[in-house]
C-alpha cells in the first residue's frame, strides 16, 4: 500500500488527511504519554498529589520528598555508551569524508541527545538535509512526530506537527517532497513545497514487545519502584515529626499547680506520693525502615541494569581491570543493547549521506560503502597502564596488528586520524635518515613493514 491508497482507504481522499492523522486516537495515546514523562522528568511526580491530613484536629500537610533518581538513571546509560565519541572505521577515503561530514553536522552531540530522547520517551526522529551544501540533521521530538505505517509495517510517509503561539504547524514528509502547512489566519494553507533530497526521516526506538513501530521508554520500567520509594520516605519522616516526639504523662495528682505546665524542660514538678512522670512515644523501628528502602533500591538499580558502584554505593579499592568488567557485567549488557538500537539508525544516516554526497558529485563504490563501521569506546573503568601493557605484550609476539591496537588505545578516540598522523611521522623519519630500525608504516590503512637500513 503506497501514500496514495492510504489517504483514499482512512481519509476519503481529503487533501488536510495529516490532520486526521495526527488527531487519530492511537497518536494523541502516543504523544500524551510522552508528555507525562516530560512532566515526571520535570518535578510532576505522584507524591506530590497526596492530599492534606488531619492531625491534632488540624490540616497537616505531609511530607512529600521528591527524588529525581530517573534523571541520574538516563545519564548514567546515555554516558557509559556514548561518553566517548564513536569511532567511523572503514576505507581511507570514505572514512575521510564521513569524519569531514561528522565534524560539520556535530553528530558527536547529535548522537547523545538522540540516545537520550531515546531513553526517556521510547523513539526520536531525525531528518538529513542539505543546507548551503553542508550536510546536517535535524531531531524531531517523539511528540511532534507521527510515522505512518502501511499494512505492511512499512513507513511511507511522516508528520511533525507542532503548535506556536495558538498557530497549528505541519510538515508532511513523503518520499520525494517536503510540503508545509499552517492555520495562521483561521484557514490551513500551504506554505511551501521542496524536494526531499534524502528521503523520510530516521526514526530511533527501543524495543516494545505490544507494538513494533514504537519504542517504550525506560522510565516506565522504573515509575513504581521511584514512586514507592518516595512514599516510603515521605511516610517515614512524617513519622519520625508526628510519632515520635515524646507527649508528657503524668500518673497521679500534682501537689502545686492547676495543670501540667506547657514547658516541660527546665521546669520542676511536686508530685503526690506514688504518682510518675514520663515521656510516651512511639518506637522508630529504623532497621525495618532501611531494610524496605535498600531492597527498593538494589531492585530498581537491577532493573536498570545499573551497578551500584557507579552511583557511589560501594566502596572499592585496588580492584583489577577484570573485576571491574564484572561489576559492571549488567551495565555492559544495557549498553550493547542500547547500541543497537542507535547503530541501526545511524547506518541509515550513512545510507543518506551517501545519497546527499552524489548530489554534490561525490561518489563512491559499493565496496568502499560496505566496509563503513563503527566502534563503541564503552566508559567502562579501568586501568589504563594494565591495559596498554597487555597491547604491547602481544604487539611484542605478532598477536595484534597496529590498527587493532590503535583501536583499543583507551587514549585514541579517532583511528583515522591517529593511522595519518603515524604515517607522517615515519615518513618524516625515513626522510630524514634519523632511525635505521625497523618501523611499522601505515598506508592507506594498511601496515607495511619497513626492514633495517643497510
Known amino acids: 500500500m503506497n501514500l496514495q491508497q492510504y489517504i483514499k482507504e482512512y481519509h476519503e481522499g481529503r ?9 487519530s486516537v492511537s497518536n494523541q495515546q502516543r504523544v500524551m504519554n510522552v508528555l507525562n514523562l516530560k512532566d515526571y522528568l520535570n518535578g510532576q511526580h505522584r507524591i506530590l498529589q497526596k492530599p492534606n491530613e488531619k492531625f491534632g484536629g488540624k490540616e497537616y500537610v505531609p511530607r512529600k520528598i521528591v527524588m529525581n533518581h530517573a534523571l541520574t538513571l538516563l545519564n548514567f546509560q546515555t554516558s557509559f555508551l ?50 548551503q551544501n553542508t550536510i546536517k540533521s535535524k531531531l524531531i521530538d517523539a511528540s511532534e512526530g507521527y510515522p505512518i505505517w502501511n499494512d505492511e509495517n512499512e513507513m511511507i510517509a511522516f508528520i511533525q506537527a507542532y503548535m506556536v503561539d495558538g498557530i497549528d504547524y505541519y510538515i508532511v514528509y513523503t518520499d520525494d517532497t517536503v510540503e508545509t502547512y499552517n492555520n495562521k489566519g483561521g484557514q490551513l ?66 501537689l502545686k499547680g492547676e495543670g501540667l505546665p506547657v514547658d516541660v524542660i527546665g ?18 523501628d529504623s532497621q525495618a525502615f532501611d531494610t524496605l528502602y535498600q531492597t527498593l533500591l538494589n531492585a530498581l538499580y537491577t532493573v536498570a541494569q545499573i551497578p551500584s558502584i557507579a552511583v557511589g ?49 561525490v561518489t563512491f563504490r559499493d565496496e568502499e560503502f560496505d566496509s563503513l563501521g563503527l566502534v563503541f569506546s564503552y566508559q567502562l573503568p579501568s586501568n589504563d597502564k594494565e591495559v596498554i601493557e597487555n597491547m604491547k605484550a602481544l604487539r611484542e609476539v605478532g ?30 623519519i625515513y626522510s630524514s635518515g634519523v632511525d635505521n630500525k625497523t618501523q611499522d608504516v601505515v598506508f592507506n590503512g594498511n601496515v607495511n613493514v619497513s626492514r633495517e637500513n643497510t
Open 15 to 23: 487533501s488536510d488527511w495529516f490532520i486526521e492523522e495526527v488527531q
Open 82 to 131: 556514548l561518553q566517548n565519541p564513536i569511532t567511523i572505521t572503514g576505507k581511507e577515503r570514505i572514512v575521510k569524508e564521513y569524519q569531514k561530514i561528522n565534524r560539520q553536522g556535530k553528530y558527536d552531540r547529535l548522537n547523545y541527545r538522540i540516545l537520550d530522547k531515546m531513553l526517556k520517551y521510547g523513539q526520536v526522529f531525525e531528518y538529513v538535509y542539505l543546507d
Open 189 to 254: 494553507r500551504m506554505t511551501g513545497r521542496y524536494a526531499n533530497l534524502s528521503g523520510l526521516p530516521i526514526v530511533y526506538k527501543t524495543t516494545n514487545e505490544v507494538n513494533e513501530n514504537e519504542g517504550k521508554s525506560e522510565l516506565e520500567n522504573w515509575i513504581s519502584i521511584l514512586d514507592s520509594l518516595e512514599d516510603l520516605i515521605s511516610k517515614a519522616t512524617d513519622a519520625y515529626y508526628r510519632y515520635i516526639t515524646g507527649i508528657p504523662v503524668v500518673t497521679g495528682q500534682q
Open 267 to 284: 521546669a520542676g514538678l511536686n508530685l503526690d506520693d506514688g504518682a510518675t512522670f514520663e515521656f510516651v512515644s512511639n518506637k522508630f
Open 313 to 361: 554505593r560501594t566502596d572499592i579499592s585496588n580492584v583489577s581491570t577484570e573485576a571491574v568488567r564484572i561489576l559492571y557485567q549488567m551495565a555492559q549488557m544495557k549498553a550493547g543493547q542500547n547500541e543497537q538500537y542507535i547503530r541501526e539508525g545511524i547506518e541509515q544516516r550513512f545510507e543518506k549521506i551517501r545519497r546527499l554526497l552524489a548530489y554534490k558529485g
Open 399 to 428: 598477536g595484534l596488528s597496529l590498527v587493532t591496537m590503535i583501536e583499543q588505545n583507551p587514549y585514541v578516540y579517532d583511528v583515522q586520524q591517529e593511522l595519518m598522523r603515524l604515517k607522517e611521522e615515519n615518513n618524516t
